[in-house]
């Protein structure tokens, strides 16, 4: 009878297959690299067959490794699944849920959202890794999440997408600056200010280039920050200007220390939502917290 493979060894094969590289590998299982070299060989000495290509530092699948992966990471699923299902099982509203979120979701969405959890919730186990949107995409691969309230990614098909809400990105500047009196930014006007932005890589960066390229605005001076509360308050002062939504700075715009005006070129929407692996069986914790990142949303003045 022929032997089952190794699930350790598919761990270690699905997390080189995704990066290429030994060393991140064994950081990412908190392994040595030498384990990880060792457990690649052990497998494909146990296949017959060489599943990576080693060129330099890099690792690259083979025609075999291509056709491993697939089932390798749905294997890993299916475990991953019923150990969920298993943890669940002892106690009502026992087991864990482990939730990505932006930085903007983890400041304006998830207290609320984490609060109605718990009380329907209380002996769950709860851990939230927050990044932006490409570290989110990396996280649920990687199977080191479970779901993430995160930006609808332009192509993305290994995941599924439950939409939450549309928000605008918007030009917000003091008072005192001169688009906020003449309450209009000219597609030419940008290529002379300072545009305090969110951090390069992230969909908002993206979303922002590609707007702009569409609609052939030169880009002037920018200044790249990992914190709505920095862009906001540099705003504020007349440093530049920021490009954040309104409901990011619902309460700077109420009082009045900072403005809202139009992208040049048209509006630029974006989608919230939360997303998970294509083809998984959400539980009963996560289908609830899906639920609850609904409600909240649903209250969100995003106009």
């Known amino acids: 009878m022929t032997s089952t493979l190794d699930s350790r060894q598919l761990l270690a ?52 490794g291509e056709l491993l992966r697939p089932a390798a990471e749905k294997i890993l699923r299916e475990m991953h ?22 930085v903007t979701a983890c400041q304006h969405l998830l207290p609320t959202v984490l609060r109605e959890f718990r009380q329907s919730f209380p002996e769950c186990s709860l851990r939230l890794e927050p990044g932006d949107g490409p570290r989110m995409i990396e996280l649920l691969n990687s199977n080191q999440i479970d779901l993430a309230l995160m930006l609808e990614p332009a192509r993305e098909s290994g995941l599924e997408f439950r939409a939450l809400f549309t928000d605008e990105l918007r030009i917000l500047v003091s008072p005192m600056h001169g688009w906020a009196r003449s309450g209009r930014v000219g597609a030419e006007a940008i290529a002379r200010e300072t545009l305090i932005v969110y951090n390069k890589g992230s969909f908002t ?49 109420d009082e009045g220390s900072l403005v809202s005006l139009a992208l040049p070129g048209g509006k630029l929407k974006r989608t919230w939502g939360v997303g998970h692996l294509r083809g998984r069986r959400l539980s009963l914790a996560e289908e609830t917290f899906s639920g609850l990142c609904e409600a909240v949303a649903q209250s969100l003045e995003v106009g």
């Open 205 to 253: 960066d993206s979303l922002l280039s590609e707007h702009f390229r569409r609609y052939g605005v030169e880009w002037g001076r920018s200044m790249e920050l990992g914190s709505m509360e920095a862009i906001k308050e540099l705003a504020k002062v007349g440093v530049g200007a920021g490009v954040l939504a309104r409901w990011v700075a619902r309460r700077e715009l």
């Open 13 to 64: 094969f699905a997390h080189l297959a995704r990066c290429g590289s030994f060393t991140q590998t064994a950081k990412n299982l908190h392994l040595t690299q030498s384990a990880i070299s060792h457990t690649i060989k052990a497998l494909e000495q146990d296949v017959g067959v060489s599943l990576f290509e080693r060129v330099g530092k890099r690792a690259f699948l083979t025609e075999a």
């Open 81 to 102: 699944d019923t150990r969920a299902v298993l943890e669940q099982a002892g106690s009502w509203g026992r087991g864990r849920l482990r939730v990505g979120a932006s």
